[in-house]
């Protein structure tokens, strides 16, 4: 019945087909392949273009898992006093196909680093002109297999660079298009 769901409400709410499909690598032996062989037997097309399976979230060690009760809510981090985009910021550390340790000295890290780059940018100009190599070089880790790590470090290295703020600022903008991160 599971599978069988997720298929129904995948093709309800997204169509027959569509382009990307996410989840753990542990539905990949049984649950997703069961989702492809019924959506397609059903419908005749192709279910979804790309996969996306995420690596296991760590919590202190061990897999998260609601039956050992180690996961946190959105609201019990905001209650810990910690911006939720710092946990944004936390899942783009690691590439997706990796493990990510939660630890609340983790989101601490990431709160720093994502309040670091906020009053790093603060005073910069206005963006002008178009985008430049920074953002490029952002677009071609992002669109490596989702390489988030790799375009995060490109974003401190444009940060950190000598080009005039107005361009910073302009690359900037579209990166956080990608990013979410409402810089």
Known sequence: GWHIECSAMSMEY???SFDIHTGGIDHISVHHTNEIAQSEVATGK??????VHH?????EGEKM????????RIEEVVGKGFDPMSLRYLTMTA???????FTWKSI????????????EIRLWEEPEGNVGQ?????????NLDLNMPKA???????????????QKSKDLVEMDKILGLGL
Do not use: C, T
């Not at 690596?55 to 919590?59: C, T």
């Not at 920074?134 to 992002?142: E, K």
């Not at 995060?152 to 107005?166: C, T």
């Open 108 to 119: 601490e890290a990431a709160q720093n680093a994502l309040n670091n780059l906020r009053e």
């Open 95 to 101: 590439h997706y196909r990796d493990k990510l340790n």
């Open 55 to 59: 690596n296991f979230l760590i919590v």
């Open 14 to 16: 997204l169509g027959d």
């Open 134 to 142: 920074y953002y490029q070089r952002f677009l071609d880790a992002a």
């Open 65 to 72: 898992s609601k039956s050992k009760k180690n996961f946190y």
């Open 152 to 166: 995060l470090a490109v974003l401190w290295e444009m940060v950190k660079s000598d080009i005039p703020s107005p």
């Open 46 to 51: 192709p279910f979804v273009k790309y996969w």
